[in-house]
């Protein structure tokens, strides 16, 4: 069992930038898939960026357009996702997710361990 707290979420100016944790704790982290996901009001989960049990291999939706950056410490079992240049249609729940697979890692069903969520809120 693997249980993720998400931080970093808060309020910024269109423009700026956030850098959002999360901390795993209970299960092997350095073997799991990680991802993020975001949720706006009245929407679904989308897909934000995955990064294999290494960091050698990261993937981001197309609308992240080169701005985010997902990367891991393993020694800190923590999985970052660095956002600049945000805009106010970024605004969402931020959601982690892991999973000991490596498929179709784009797809929410495909994590089987989810954090809380931290809210961004990006103003125009």
């Known amino acids: 069992q693997v249980h993720l707290v998400e931080s970093g979420g808060g309020l910024v100016q269109a423009g700026g930038s956030l850098r959002l944790s999360c901390a795993a704790s209970?299960?092997?982290?350095?073997?799991?898939?990680m991802g993020w996901f975001r949720q706006a009001p009245g929407k679904e989960r989308d897909f934000v960026a995955t990064?294999?049990?290494?960091?050698?291999?990261?993937y981001y939706a197309d609308f992240v357009e080169g701005r985010f950056t997902i990367s891991r410490d393993n020694a800190k079992n923590t999985v970052y996702l660095q956002m600049n240049s945000l805009k106010p249609e970024d605004t969402a729940v931020y959601y982690c997710?892991?999973?000991?697979?490596?498929?179709?890692?784009?797809?929410?069903?495909?994590?089987?361990?989810w954090g809380q969520g931290t809210q961004v809120t990006v103003s125009s």
């Open positions: 997710a892991a999973d000991p697979i490596w498929r179709d890692m784009w797809r929410a069903k495909s994590y089987g361990f």
């Open positions: 209970g299960g092997t982290f350095s073997t799991y898939t």
């Open positions: 990064i294999d049990w290494s960091g050698g291999s990261t």
